[in-house]
């Protein structure tokens, strides 16, 4: 199973771009198993889901956050990307990358977000 | 975007206790459901998929039900270690929306 370590900067202020960086281990980011998730919950809330992407083609975004961000993989160093730019204090939260899969289940192919990095926290603040 | 509604938003049971946690959809969603556990400081850990599946590793006093726009977790008896929040989660369609969660306390 893979392994998932996010890492960015901790601090940013308003109107900066956001770059997150997930490191996969355990597995390749270019496996046509696995659909990468970007995941945030901001302190003392519930979890909010920003986006995914298949390295098989296809990108899917929060309609709230579609505007401001962008998932990408390198495929190369192994490692998914989360940039979020036009920053305000609402995008201070910890960011979560995760990892899901389809299995079969009673003949239907079923969706699980089975493994999660263990957050990196961002704060936006002047 | 789908609507997951959870209830309660908290609860405070005892050990041994049975607990029950529902999820609404603002629409059908099959059983396009998973429930996620998640402690102060950690990453949520995946109980149950498909709504009723078992994830592997996880506790059988965990199980889910329902289908369509209802669904149900139950904790058959409340350990110790089960006290934390409680997410549910739809990936029936886009955006994948969660639920707000179910804070589960120590009464």
């Known amino acids: 199973q893979v392994q998932l370590q996010e890492s960015g900067p901790r601090l940013m202020k308003p109107s900066q771009t956001l770059s997150l960086t997930c490191s996969v281990s355990?597995?390749?980011?270019?496996?046509?198993?696995?659909?990468w998730t970007w995941i945030r919950q901001p302190a003392g809330k519930g979890l909010e889901w920003i986006g995914r992407i298949y390295t098989g083609g296809s990108t899917n975004y929060s309609p709230s956050l579609k505007s401001r961000v962008t998932i990408s993989v390198d495929t190369s160093k192994n490692q998914l990307y989360l940039k979020v730019n036009s920053l305000t204090a609402a995008d201070t939260a910890v960011y979560f990358c995760?990892?899901?899969?389809?299995?079969?289940?009673?003949?239907?192919?079923?969706?699980?977000?089975?493994?999660w990095g263990q957050g990196t926290t961002v704060i936006v603040s002047s | 975007a789908i609507q997951m509604t959870q209830s309660p938003s908290s609860l405070s049971a005892s050990v041994g206790d049975r607990v029950t946690i529902t999820c609404r959809a603002s629409q059908d969603i099959r059983n396009d459901l998973g429930w996620y556990q998640q402690k102060p400081g950690k990453a949520p850990k995946l109980l149950i998929y498909a709504a009723s599946t078992l994830q592997s590793g996880v506790p059988s006093r965990f199980s889910g039900s329902g289908s369509g726009t209802d669904f149900i977790l139950t904790i058959s008896s409340l350990q110790p270690e089960d006290f934390a929040t409680y997410y549910c989660?739809?990936?029936?369609?886009?955006?994948?929306?969660f639920g707000q969660g179910t804070k589960v306390d120590t009464k």
């Open positions: 995760a990892a899901g899969d389809y299995v079969v289940v009673n003949g239907v192919y079923t969706y699980r977000l089975d493994v």
């Open positions: 355990g597995g390749s980011i270019r496996s046509d198993i696995y659909y």
């Open positions: 989660l739809q990936d029936y369609n886009y955006p994948h929306t």
